[in-house]
Protein backbone atom coordinates (compact mmCIF):
# COMPACT_ATOMS: atom_id res chain seq x y z
CA UNK A 1 0.00 0.00 0.00
CA UNK A 2 1.09 3.19 -0.80
CA UNK A 3 0.11 6.70 1.87
CA UNK A 4 -0.30 10.26 0.80
CA UNK A 5 -0.48 12.56 3.73
CA UNK A 6 -0.89 16.13 3.62
CA UNK A 7 -0.36 18.66 5.88
CA UNK A 8 -0.28 22.69 6.71
CA UNK A 9 -3.26 23.59 5.70
CA UNK A 10 -5.16 26.37 7.69
CA UNK A 11 -6.51 29.57 7.99
CA UNK A 12 -4.41 33.23 6.96
CA UNK A 13 -4.93 36.67 6.03
CA UNK A 14 -4.42 38.08 2.53
CA UNK A 15 -0.92 38.55 1.65
CA UNK A 16 0.01 35.94 4.25
CA UNK A 17 2.20 32.49 3.55
CA UNK A 18 1.35 28.82 4.15
CA UNK A 19 3.54 26.12 3.39
CA UNK A 20 2.21 22.74 2.60
CA UNK A 21 3.60 19.46 3.01
CA UNK A 22 3.02 15.64 1.83
CA UNK A 23 4.46 12.36 2.53
CA UNK A 24 4.07 9.71 0.69
CA UNK A 25 5.00 6.23 2.42
CA UNK A 26 4.51 2.70 1.81
CA UNK A 27 6.21 0.12 -0.23
CA UNK A 28 7.55 2.65 -2.98
CA UNK A 29 9.96 0.96 -5.89
CA UNK A 30 9.69 4.69 -7.58
CA UNK A 31 8.57 8.07 -7.67
CA UNK A 32 7.57 9.81 -10.60
CA UNK A 33 5.90 13.39 -10.54
CA UNK A 34 4.53 15.00 -8.19
CA UNK A 35 1.80 17.65 -7.34
CA UNK A 36 -0.39 19.74 -5.55
CA UNK A 37 -3.90 20.29 -6.78
CA UNK A 38 -6.73 21.93 -5.50
CA UNK A 39 -10.54 21.89 -5.76
CA UNK A 40 -12.60 25.16 -4.61
CA UNK A 41 -16.54 24.90 -3.39
CA UNK A 42 -18.65 23.84 -6.92
CA UNK A 43 -15.14 24.07 -8.53
CA UNK A 44 -13.64 21.12 -10.85
CA UNK A 45 -10.68 20.06 -9.51
CA UNK A 46 -7.58 22.10 -11.16
CA UNK A 47 -3.80 21.29 -11.33
CA UNK A 48 -1.40 24.17 -9.15
CA UNK A 49 1.90 22.83 -9.64
CA UNK A 50 3.87 19.39 -10.47
CA UNK A 51 7.23 18.17 -10.06
CA UNK A 52 8.61 15.50 -12.12
CA UNK A 53 12.02 13.31 -10.96
CA UNK A 54 14.03 14.93 -12.95
CA UNK A 55 13.04 18.43 -11.35
CA UNK A 56 11.00 20.32 -14.46
CA UNK A 57 8.36 22.12 -13.00
CA UNK A 58 5.16 23.49 -13.72
CA UNK A 59 2.50 26.15 -12.49
CA UNK A 60 -0.71 27.09 -12.83
CA UNK A 61 -0.43 30.67 -14.52
CA UNK A 62 -2.85 32.84 -11.56
CA UNK A 63 -0.17 30.99 -9.18
CA UNK A 64 3.44 31.57 -11.09
CA UNK A 65 5.45 33.81 -9.43
CA UNK A 66 3.70 33.34 -5.60
CA UNK A 67 3.83 29.58 -4.94
CA UNK A 68 6.96 27.22 -5.24
CA UNK A 69 7.01 23.47 -5.43
CA UNK A 70 9.84 21.58 -4.29
CA UNK A 71 10.61 18.31 -3.03
CA UNK A 72 12.98 15.94 -0.97
CA UNK A 73 13.51 13.10 -2.60
CA UNK A 74 15.61 11.33 0.49
CA UNK A 75 12.34 11.65 2.59
CA UNK A 76 9.58 11.10 -0.59
CA UNK A 77 7.98 14.59 0.52
CA UNK A 78 6.79 17.43 -2.08
CA UNK A 79 5.68 20.59 -0.41
CA UNK A 80 4.31 23.71 -1.36
CA UNK A 81 5.21 27.61 -0.48
CA UNK A 82 2.48 29.99 -1.02
CA UNK A 83 3.36 33.67 -0.57
CA UNK A 84 0.75 36.45 -1.42
CA UNK A 85 -2.54 34.46 -0.88
CA UNK A 86 -5.59 36.16 -2.12
CA UNK A 87 -8.86 34.79 -1.37
CA UNK A 88 -9.38 32.86 -4.48
CA UNK A 89 -6.73 30.49 -3.52
CA UNK A 90 -9.07 29.10 -0.92
CA UNK A 91 -9.79 25.47 -1.62
CA UNK A 92 -8.80 21.99 -0.46
CA UNK A 93 -5.33 20.89 -1.52
CA UNK A 94 -4.59 17.66 -2.58
CA UNK A 95 -1.50 16.05 -2.61
CA UNK A 96 -1.03 13.75 -6.09
CA UNK A 97 2.04 11.26 -5.87
CA UNK A 98 3.25 9.16 -9.28
CA UNK A 99 4.61 5.93 -8.04
CA UNK A 100 5.51 2.05 -8.54
CA UNK A 101 4.13 -0.12 -6.15
CA UNK A 102 4.80 -4.02 -6.82
CA UNK A 103 5.60 -3.41 -10.51
CA UNK A 104 2.22 -0.78 -11.36
CA UNK A 105 2.76 2.56 -11.94
CA UNK A 106 -0.33 4.55 -11.14
CA UNK A 107 -1.63 7.99 -9.17
CA UNK A 108 -2.11 7.91 -5.04
CA UNK A 109 -3.90 11.15 -3.82
CA UNK A 110 -3.91 12.25 -0.30
CA UNK A 111 -7.49 13.11 1.65
CA UNK A 112 -6.37 17.12 1.37
CA UNK A 113 -5.79 19.80 3.26
CA UNK A 114 -7.77 22.91 3.57
CA UNK A 115 -6.44 26.54 2.63
CA UNK A 116 -8.66 29.22 3.73
CA UNK A 117 -7.92 32.66 3.20
CA UNK A 118 -10.07 35.55 5.09
CA UNK A 119 -9.37 38.81 6.97
Known amino acids: QVQVAESGGGLVQPGGSLRLSCLAS????????MGWYRQAPEKQREMVAT???????NYAPSVKGRFTISRDNAKNTVYLQMNSLKPEDTAVYYC?????????????WGQGTQVTVSS
Open 96 to 108: NVNARHWGVTRDY
Open 26 to 33: GNIATIYA
Open 51 to 57: ITSGENI
